[in-house]
């Protein structure tokens, strides 16, 4: 490590209007470290992040670069000084080729006209220091999200880009993806780029990162060694809990309750003669590796994909679901498992987010909506919710990706459901959302509703669930629970859903 180091942030402090989001913060970022940013969101991380990269600018405190003082009125000021960022969103011009979004800004050019030979050499160059191997010509908006991260890695290099800010970069990627990104993060961090990382991931910074600054309330908790950190300890320096404290109590539904949703011999393009039951006030999981068919199953269930014959019955009424709207006027409601793309409207208020499945419910009739009837809801809902900040004409695309999970949960909880299907509820949350989320949803089974949760994270499934399902190449392979033979455990759950009875697959 470099006895400079790379970044100095010294007493730095930043508020937007009354929220304080950074409170007199020190920080050393060493050449060559990954060095992780971890915390709620609101806890300051991503501020600080923008503050190294010069899109925000501190109130107070000053920061440091390679030993010199710095004050950046601009992302290209920072750019400069060989720092930029990798984001959550992908800032990418999809209709352009890979060596056009890669050059971009250092094309090479003579009297207005690019030349063509030199960028493709450039390109080749950097292709090389990279280990990619990118078709240049190829249109990023035909690629994975995989190899659009890359694109957006080759970008950094093309730029001389010294450290590299990455503001929760895999929240948007699948896990054989993620894992893909992973090792690009390995590979720069070898070839010398300082990398500082930002996730919620707790485990994929613990296997990544050198150093993790743990923060909290916009001040840093501490800073340590990734080795002498586990999930735990973590998460009880964000939270002030330990990880055991997230999940509610479980509590059993009531002996005689009826299934609420009951699916017999239900088949489609995926499913052949499957059967699952749902219990008033129960909380069942989907358990299964990626591609087994769980999230295939609750958007058939919900009339999103075509169901080809079988039953499905609700509080014991076999019901014809030919699309959403049948499922909806029958009380089954489902959060689905990418808010951004299938579930919010992010350029719409959050009013709009709410109401929109719901229009018949606040209409005087002739399409007229009764303005007061549901502003008197959206502000009920927004406070048991706990948006922050809880403003109905706020576009929600302002939010933080925690709230935005909970204006989701506020678009199917306007009316209550009957049956709430629930795939993936804390993807791309920080860990305080979640345990919001954790305590909302065995609140509403409390309530009676019904809940089918798919979840990949098994610690979820491990501590919601009163029964489990496994699904294995869209069908269901094992149950677990409490009032079957097997009772819920990890290596149950894991082997069922590898196919396999080998010791080494998983443990309790």
């Known amino acids: 490590m470099a006895e400079t180091p790379i970044i100095e942030v010294r007493n730095v402090s930043r508020q937007f209007v009354a929220v304080q989001a950074l409170v007199d913060v020190n920080l050393s970022i060493n050449q060559g470290e990954i060095h992780a940013l971890v915390g709620e969101n609101g806890a300051g991380k991503s501020t600080l992040g923008k503050i190294i990269s010069g899109i925000e600018r501190p109130d107070a405190g000053t920061l440091w670069v390679r ?3 710095r004050n950046y009125t601009h992302p290209i000021d920072a750019l400069r000084d060989g720092i930029t960022t990798i984001t959550q969103e992908i800032a990418l011009m999809n209709q352009q080729t890979i060596i056009d979004n890669v050059l971009l800004g250092r094309e090479k050019q003579q009297f207005g006209i690019l030349k063509r030979s030199e960028m493709r050499h450039e390109f080749d160059r950097i292709v090389q220091d990279s280990g990619f191997d990118l078709n240049p010509d190829a249109i990023v908006g035909g690629l994975h999200l995989a190899d659009k991260k890359k694109v957006e890695v080759l970008r950094a290099i ?7 800010i990455m503001d929760e970069p895999t929240a948007m990627l699948a896990d054989d993806e993620t894992q893909i990104f992973l090792e690009i993060v390995r590979d720069l961090n070898q070839r010398g780029h300082t990398i500082i990382y930002i996730s919620h991931f707790l485990e994929e910074v613990l296997n990544l990162a050198d150093t ?7 001040r840093i908790v501490r800073t340590a060694a990734t080795s002498e950190e586990t999930t735990d300890s973590l998460v009880e320096a964000m939270l002030g809990q330990t990880l055991s404290e997230m999940y509610p109590p479980r509590v059993l539904p009531p002996p005689d309750a009826h299934n609420a949703l009951e699916v017999r011999g239900l088949r489609s393009n995926v499913f052949d003669g499957l059967n699952l039951q749902v219990r008033s006030g129960e909380i069942v999981g989907l358990a299964g590796l990626v591609g087994s068919g769980r999230s295939r199953l609750v958007r058939t269930i919900f009339g999103a994909e075509e169901i080809r014959g079988g039953e499905i019955l609700v509080h014991g009424a076999p019901l014809a679901i030919r699309n959403t709207t049948d499922a909806i006027r029958a009380g089954i409601f489902m959060l689905p498992e ?9 350029k719409q208020v959050i009013r709009s987010n709410l109401t929109l499945p719901h229009l018949r419910s606040v209409n005087w009739g002739a399409g007229i909506i009764n303005y007061p009837d549901e502003t008197r809801r959206i502000r009920n809902l927004l406070a048991e919710l706990n948006v922050q900040p809880p403003l109905p004409q706020l576009q929600v695309n302002r939010l933080s990706g925690g709230n935005q999970q909970r204006v989701l949960f506020g678009k199917w909880l306007f009316e209550r459901p009957g049956v709430f299907l629930v795939d993936e509820p804390t993807r791309g949350v920080d860990i305080g959302a979640k345990q919001a989320v954790y305590h909302l949803i065995a609140e509403l089974a409390a309530e009676g509703v019904a809940i089918l949760l798919v979840s ?16 294995r190449l869209g069908q269901i392979v094992a149950e677990f629970g409490a009032e079957t033979d097997s009772p819920i455990s990890r290596r149950g759950i894991m082997t069922a859903a590898f196919g396999t009875i080998q010791d080494s697959v998983a443990q309790d």
């Not at 808010?339 to 919010?344: H, S």
């Not at 098994?458 to 501590?463: F, N, P």
């Open 212 to 218: 993790v600054t743990i923060m909290r309330n916009g």
């Open 338 to 346: 990418s808010r951004k793309e299938q579930g919010l409207s992010l």
């Open 158 to 164: 093309a730029r001389d880009s010294e450290l590299i």
């Open 67 to 69: 030993g010199a003082a």
């Open 456 to 471: 990949s994270e098994m610690d979820e499934i491990l501590g919601l669930c009163h029964r489990v399902y496994v699904m």
